[in-house]
């Protein structure tokens, strides 16, 4: 038994050890040319919160920690990264229809007051302090969407800002 044991943690040792050169892509682009900064305001205050709590999963650019380097949590990682720009993607904002970009504030307002952001598996552990979200930054924030809603309201026809559902 006891051979048998140690060949299996050897042969997972050997898997480990593989896997540590298959490595999934980086989100490094900072392309930034439809960001939501080139058609909203953004003050500084909000910029700082995005950055720590939301542009690494929501942006063209992620701010790696080191055990991104490791496998199986750098394919973790990337999974979490792209999954969370199909649903917001704060680099790419602006090239989206106005209803989705009014949508994504009223989204973006519902998940932070309901605490759905950031994500608890974000700050595990002590991970990303920064983005442990205080009461006064999480309304920074909702109040800041709620401008850009208002804004959008201001600005376009109401049918408009309605996200239309597909026809059955």
Known sequence: MKKRTKNILL???GIFVVIQFIHPSRNVSKDETYAVSTKYA???DVKAILKVACNDCHSNYTDYPWYASVQPSAWWLS???NEGK????????TNRPVAVQNHQFDELIEMVKEKEMPLGSYTW???HPGANLTD??????TA????NMEFLKA???ADSLVLKRPKR
């Open 11 to 13: 042969a997972l040792a």
């Open 42 to 44: 953004v003050p500084d």
């Open 79 to 81: 999974n979490h990264v």
């Open 86 to 93: 199909e649903h917001l993607n704060l680099s790419k904002f």
């Open 125 to 127: 552990l002590g991970l």
């Open 136 to 141: 006064e930054q999480r309304a920074k924030l």
């Open 144 to 147: 800041w969407a709620l401008a």
């Open 155 to 157: 600005t376009y026809p």
